[in-house]
């Protein structure tokens, strides 16, 4: 029993590693400029928990292999000390190891989120409610108009609470359901909810972000690929999270003007 057990662990274990070096469920392509520092990161944590997850696995088989026999002649064998100073040493070994990729991941995290946007970035206004995600522009003007969370009304096509009748700045503010952005410009998203937490993940951006109700949540970055992409709700949001999407073009700068002028008339 012990030698067919041994034998599956160490089946299981080749197998489910062979799919992660054959890359049969893998990342989609990148899309942002920062994208190929996060696909290192991964690939370095991968390699780092991968050569310890095969390494004890092969060891526990093995140890299981030797430990089978229950003849009344065995040799019990024990190890130096007993058991404690083997579960210190894998307690140290394993808690320096989560330690140094912390150290090496939070410099690819720092580069996306503790470095200050582009000055010349394109800001896009991003409110989450359930289960819908709106992108406001700022319009001809540039700016933004105030939010008035009272005037909130999804029914007369207001998610946002604007008062174009008293806030000038709001008149020419562009909102819409599909978040368009031109191939190599920086763009600031300012995300707010109304009132769950949701996410905005984009796979292809390598961008994944929680949006907090009560917190004006800056992210900014640059893609780099024309495209239509998926944006997606990753936070459990209620009875129509599972619907939470909308999508991403990426376009020429050219084609960009002339959606944004097509939108603002
Ligand atoms: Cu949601």
Same mark, same amino acid.
């Given at each position: 029993?012990?030698?067919?057990?041994?034998?599956?662990?160490?089946? /299981?274990?080749?197998?489910?590693?062979? #799919?992660?070096?054959?890359?049969?469920?893998?990342? !989609?392509?990148?899309?942002?400029?920062?994208?190929?520092?996060?696909?290192?990161?991964?690939?370095?944590?991968? /390699?780092?928990?991968? +050569?310890?997850?095969?390494?004890?696995?092969?060891? *526990?088989?093995?140890?299981?292999?030797?430990?089978?026999?229950?003849?009344?002649?065995?040799?019990?064998?024990?190890? %130096?000390?007993?058991?404690?100073?083997? @579960?210190?040493?894998? @307690?140290?070994?394993?808690?320096?190891?989560?330690?140094?990729?912390?150290?090496?991941?939070?410099?690819?995290?720092?580069?996306?989120?503790?470095? %200050? %946007? $582009?000055?010349?970035? &394109?800001?896009?206004?991003?409110?989450?409610?359930?289960?819908?995600?709106?992108?406001?522009?700022?319009?001809?003007?540039?700016?933004?108009?105030?939010?008035? !969370?009272?005037?909130?009304?999804?029914?007369?096509?207001?998610?946002?609470?604007?008062?174009?009748?008293?806030? /000038?700045?709001?008149?020419? $503010?562009?909102?819409?359901?599909?978040?368009?952005? !031109?191939?190599?410009?920086?763009?600031? *998203?300012? &995300? =707010?909810?109304?009132?769950?937490? =949701?996410?905005?993940?984009?796979?292809?951006?390598? #961008?994944?972000?929680? /949006? +907090? !109700?009560?917190?004006?949540? %800056?992210?900014?970055?640059?893609?780099?690929?024309?495209?239509?992409?998926?944006? @997606?709700?990753?936070?459990?949001?209620?009875?129509?999270?599972?619907?939470?999407?909308?999508?991403?073009?990426?376009?020429?700068?050219?084609?960009?003007?002339?959606?944004?002028?097509?939108?603002?008339?």
């Amino acid at each position: 029993m012990g030698k067919l057990f041994a034998a599956v662990v160490t089946v /299981i274990t080749l197998v489910s590693t062979g #799919i992660f070096i054959m890359r049969v469920w893998w990342l !989609p392509q990148i899309i942002s400029a920062h994208g190929a520092s996060i696909d290192r990161q991964i690939m370095e944590t991968m /390699i780092a928990a991968g +050569v310890l997850f095969v390494s004890s696995q092969l060891l *526990l088989s093995l140890f299981v292999w030797q430990s089978s026999d229950t003849s009344r002649q065995r040799k019990i064998k024990t190890f %130096p000390g007993g058991a404690t100073p083997m @579960v210190i040493f894998a @307690v140290v070994l394993v808690g320096l190891e989560v330690l140094a990729m912390t150290f090496v991941g939070s410099k690819v995290w720092a580069s996306v989120y503790m470095t %200050p %946007p $582009d000055p010349d970035s &394109m800001v896009i206004d991003l409110q989450t409610g359930q289960f819908a995600f709106y992108f406001r522009y700022a319009g001809p003007d540039g700016k933004f108009g105030t939010l008035h !969370p009272d005037k909130i009304n999804e029914g007369n096509q207001n998610p946002y609470g604007l008062d174009p009748a008293n806030d /000038i700045a709001s008149r020419d $503010d562009i909102v819409v359901g599909t978040m368009t952005i !031109p191939v190599n410009k920086p763009i600031l *998203l300012t &995300m =707010h909810s109304k009132d769950v937490t =949701h996410s905005f993940y984009v796979p292809e951006l390598r #961008i994944q972000q929680d /949006i +907090v !109700p009560g917190m004006l949540i %800056p992210l900014h970055f640059t893609a780099t690929k024309t495209g239509r992409f998926e944006i @997606v709700c990753t936070q459990l949001c209620g009875l129509g999270h599972y619907n939470m999407r909308a999508f991403l073009e990426v376009v020429p700068q050219d084609q960009f003007d002339q959606w944004l002028k097509t939108q603002s008339q």
